[in-house]
């Protein structure tokens, strides 16, 4: 079953510019967000926190890589 949560506020600013690319990702059982600008500009990752329904920044995704 799918469950549809109204907390993208994080992730608004960096999807105003139709040029980034998002990706919803699992990792280690955890929702990850990673918007990519275009050429490579930024990367931003963000978390979602299950507990309080909201996404994060996540500096570091500890021992995992982004293939």
Same mark, same amino acid.
């Given at each position: 079953?799918?469950r549809?949560f109204d907390?993208?506020?994080?992730l608004?600013? @960096?999807m105003?510019? /139709?040029?980034? =690319?998002?990706?919803?990702?699992? $990792?280690?059982?955890?929702?990850?967000? %990673?918007?990519?600008? /275009?050429? +490579?500009e930024?990367? =931003?990752? @963000?978390? @979602?926190?299950? =507990?309080?329904?909201v996404?994060?920044?996540?500096?570091?995704? +500890?021992?995992?890589? %982004? $293939?």
């Open positions: 079953m799918w549809i907390s993208t506020k994080k608004d600013s @960096f105003d510019d /139709p040029g980034n =690319r998002a990706y919803l990702v699992e $990792c280690k059982g955890e929702l990850i967000s %990673i918007v990519v600008a /275009p050429m +490579g930024f990367v =931003r990752i @963000f978390k @979602f926190y299950n =507990r309080t329904k996404w994060r920044v996540a500096y570091g995704l +500890g021992d995992q890589t %982004i $293939c």
